[in-house]
């Protein structure tokens, strides 16, 4: 066989591999952020928690 056949060869095994974990891992990444998004909107509230001039500016 020729030597450049055996280059792409080795190339294959490598590099398939390892494109296929990276697009795993975006996809893993992604679906974490998405997931932290919605429980984020769900636990936080919609206003500010208390009527606007409850508190004195100081008082923080």
């Given amino acids: 066989m020729h030597q450049s056949y055996f280059s792409l060869l080795d190339m294959a ?14 996809v893993s990444i992604n679906r974490e952020i998405a997931k932290d998004e919605a429980s984020r909107e769900d636990d936080s509230p919609k206003g500010s928690g208390h009527p ?9």
């Fill in 52 to 60: 606007v001039g409850e508190h004195r500016l100081d008082d923080r």
């Fill in 13 to 26: 095994i490598v590099g398939v591999p390892v494109f296929v974990i990276g697009i795993w891992q975006l």
